[in-house]
């Protein structure tokens, strides 16, 4: 009874489904293409269920899971070695929820095409800090670089 209350307890603090937001939207900056990014989150989720008792009880869960997310996509990209390739798939980095003015879609535009044509390891990272909201050093740690390459 109390080993099953202890499991339950540690299931709360694994909460996945919370944080499928932040992965959909890292995944979808990295691929630049939703059924990619679709497939890139649930690989991830199936490396974090298999390697969930490597998990640190009071790390950073989002961390954790944006890290395995970052390197399921980073094997990928070494596996294709074709540049051309990922740029054919590119697609649109976010849906727009609302009719925006066409000035404001100008500019909107503007900024999706220069964050698009950034490398991928300075997009990965701008989307860390600038959208998921982590801290340089939570970024880093994702991205599996010394704090200092990324700031």
């Known amino acids: 009874m109390l080993r099953k209350q202890g499991m339950k307890r540690s299931m709360a603090r694994f909460d996945i489904v919370g944080q499928m937001g932040s992965l959909r939207r890292y995944a979808r900056s990295l691929t630049r293409d939703s059924a990619e990014a679709e497939d890139l989150v649930h690989d991830a989720l199936v490396r974090a269920y298999e390697r969930r008792g490597t998990f640190r009880s009071g790390g950073n869960l989002r961390a954790w899971l944006l890290a395995i997310v970052h390197n399921i ?19 649109h980095l976010a849906d727009q929820s609302v009719a925006a003015s066409q000035d404001h879609s100008v500019r ?28 340089y050093a939570e970024a880093a740690e994702v991205a599996g670089v010394p704090l200092g390459t990324l700031m």
């Not at 980073?74 to 294709?80: A, L």
């Not at 999706?112 to 989307?127: G, V």
């Open 108 to 135: 909107l535009s503007q900024v999706r095409d220069a964050f698009l044509a950034l490398p991928e390891e300075q997009r990965s990272a701008l989307h860390l800090v600038a959208i998921e909201g982590l801290s």
């Open 73 to 91: 996509f980073i094997d990928r990209m070494r596996s294709r070695r074709s540049e051309a390739a990922r740029i054919e798939q590119a697609g």
